[in-house]
């Protein structure tokens, strides 16, 4: 059974993996301030906020994750929220 990996997990190993720091990627994405870029990276890695498709694009783009695997991702989350939503309904 494969570990459960979640757009959030993906973009935090992807920036670990290169060896960027919160900051770095969203200075990358545009974001002016250290501590406006750690606190957006830090809500998408710990999945309080997914980005905006857009945005997603271009960190799949900086990290070099394959977009199928973004997208895969994406549609297992939405699926398992569905899944939770539905519970007891």
């Known amino acids: 059974m494969s570990k459960r990996v ?4 993906l973009i ?5 993996r290169r060896g960027m720091t919160q900051h770095e990627l969203g200075a990358k994405l545009g974001m002016r301030t250290i501590e406006s870029s750690q606190v957006q990276i830090s809500r998408y890695e710990n999945d309080v906020f997914r980005p905006p498709t857009a945005t997603l694009v271009r ?6 994750i394959p977009i199928g695997k973004v997208t895969a991702t994406v549609l297992k989350d939405e699926a398992r929220r569905l899944k939770d939503a539905t519970k007891g309904v």
């Open 6 to 9: 979640s757009v959030g997990q």
């Open 59 to 64: 960190i799949a783009r900086i990290l070099k």
């Open 12 to 16: 935090k190993e992807a920036r670990e």
